[in-house]
């Protein structure tokens, strides 16, 4: 099997607040491919935005702080880095697109400038051919008349050109890791699917390895090729897409799968949600964290944090279902 | 963008045009105002005053002249002073003016923005609590207090500044630096909101995405947005600045235009009074341009122009 491009070991960030101590993400571990796709996924809160920012060294501090864990880009801990270092990695090695492509984009300056500044940054060109590689970048994303949209300004793009752009700004030094934070979530439903044609496009192409971070369990079908289940600043299922779709086997992967959005007759999204709220991660329940949600909670659940069990290659759960002294149950679906 | 300066223009002049027949009017209006003859006015005076205003033609055709010389920029003469025209004095005391409130405007934003942006960045740590203690002080403390304070400590405690009077740049540094207080103040604190509301925004994660360093981040992605604020108030500041220096040209003796139009309001020189009045409103109005097209060429999302 190759070796992992990057390998995330117990990275734990928290936030000093003033109501407390934030426990926004709780030692997870992970490891990405070269070249594949994966989908990290739960309900809003959960910590993936954090994990992803954790990963770029970007978390606000204060009142943030990676307290401890390793991030290692091939030999590399990130976290030990310095910050020269780190911006060598920032948008050369691991780049970022965000949720709202309304407001990622500086409004004063044009799309080619953005573009531009990043190929400048982190490769010895010239202008002249940073100018040229935009206008390759931006015809890669699928926009019309590059030549014409480099002098354009965020505000006289659509939702769906301007999440191209940041497509185009992500992929511009060929990464080796693109995180894509909700890259859809904000945008409308057929917008939506042409991103996410996009992504689907870009990753085939390039040689780059995606984390999609979503809500929408759907979102990640057929893009992704492991999947990630969070909930409160852990992983709670880990496998890959397969896995995930047909064998789900975590009470809470079978919520979200319940609610994943629907569009009914009338074209209107239906949102079934998990009932019940996400604890509080001022102070997190020293048992599973899902258990005061969960239709199978047993006493266990309350007391002690499930470890990961793995009954299938590379499928793993962080469930006490899955202990062999637990009672049989049918999965819920 | 032509299309707009082009537009703007047009309507400065008709500003200028009703601000002038305004002051036109109500100085008719004023019973012994500086058009009805009287007996004080020496004779050479009258007879000049007869010359440019035709006082015994009628009204429309006085207001004709009165406007017509405007075009010419003529102002007319003193009404107290039978050599001078109020050109003469306007020539006289303007640079004088314009030299003290160009450094106040230079000190302001060199000092101001500065302040605002450390003030922002390092929010609620030392810098900050500095940077607000002392734009409080330049705030709320009159100019005439704070003259008094710098001339005391600066003149006469350790003597290495002039105290009043005018020749050459040791002559400007108090001045500018009492007119300049408020105008600083106020951009630092500006700066400092704008630049946090900035800060704040989405499209400064994404610049650190992309391996900007944290100093251009600051000084180009962040700033050219938080500035936009900044560029609005300087069009009222210029003029702030420029009306502030009456005060502060009369406590240090400085024989600027702000002097002159004091004096002109003791003297019940009208000619002076409106044709100073008018000076100003044709300079406020052309700050005023000049910030608007700035700020165009700042915000791409201000186009002036008509939807296509
Ligand atoms: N700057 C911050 N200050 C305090 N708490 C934060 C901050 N950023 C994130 N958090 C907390 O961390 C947790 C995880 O947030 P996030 O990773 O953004 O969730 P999501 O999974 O929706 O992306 C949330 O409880 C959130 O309140
Ligand atoms: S560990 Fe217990 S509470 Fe948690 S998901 Fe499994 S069954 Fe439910
Ligand atoms: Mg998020």
Known sequence: MTKPILKVENLTTQFLTYAGIVQAVRGISFEIYPGEAIGLVGESGCGKSVTGLSIMRLIPDPPGKIVSGSVYLDRKNLLESSEKEMRNVRGNEISMIFQDPMTSLNPVFSIGYQIMETLLLHQEITKKQAKEKAIELLDMVHIKSPEEVINRYPHQLSGGMRQRVMAAIAISCDPKIIIADEPTTSLDVTIQAQILNLLNDLKTKLNSSIVLITHNLAVVAGLCSRVLVMYAGLIMEEGTDMQIYNKPMHPYTWGLMKAVPKINEEEKERLTTIPGLPPDLLSPPKGCPFALRCDYAMQICFQKKPPFFEPQKGHKIACWLMDSRAPRTKRSM | ?308
């Open chain 2, 1 to 308: 963008m032509k299309k707009y300066i082009i537009n703007r223009i047009f309507s400065m002049i008709l500003v200028l045009v009703v601000v002038s027949s305004l002051t036109f009017f109500l100085a008719k209006a004023i019973p012994g105002g500086p058009f009805t003859k009287e007996k004080k006015v020496p004779d050479v005076i009258l007879q000049r005053l007869e010359e440019k205003y035709h006082f015994d033609d009628p009204l429309w055709k006085q207001y004709a002249f009165y406007m017509g010389n405007l075009m010419k920029g003529d102002l007319g003469p003193s009404f107290r002073y039978d050599a001078l025209t109020v050109n003469d004095i306007i020539r006289k005391g303007f640079p004088v003016s314009a030299t003290i409130g160009f450094l106040a405007v230079l000190l302001s934003i060199i000092l101001g923005l500065p302040a605002g942006i450390i003030s922002a960045y390092r929010q609620n740590f030392w810098q900050d609590n500095t940077v607000m203690f002392f734009s409080l002080i330049g705030i709320s403390v009159p100019s005439f207090i704070l003259a008094t304070v710098f001339m005391y400590f600066f003149g006469l405690k350790f003597k290495i500044l002039p105290i009043a009077g005018w020749g050459g740049f040791r002559y400007m540094i108090l001045p500018a630096i009492t007119l300049a207080a408020y105008p600083t103040a106020y951009i630092a604190r500006l700066t400092r909101s704008s630049m946090l509301d900035v800060l704040s925004q989405d499209y400064i994660k994404t610049a650190r995405s992309k391996g900007i360093s944290e100093f251009r981040v600051i000084t180009m992605h962040a700033l050219k947005n938080a500035i936009l604020p900044v560029v609005t108030y300087m069009g009222p500041m210029i003029a702030a600045i420029f009306t502030g220096s009456f005060i502060i040209e009369r406590l240090f003796f400085i024989p600027g235009l702000g002097k002159y139009y004091v004096t002109a309001i003791y003297d019940r020189d009208y000619t002076v009074i409106l044709g100073t009045t008018i000076f100003y409103a044709f300079f406020l109005v052309t700050a005023n341009f000049i910030v608007d097209i700035l700020y165009a060429f700042l915000d791409p999302r201000i186009t002036y122009e008509e939807k296509k």
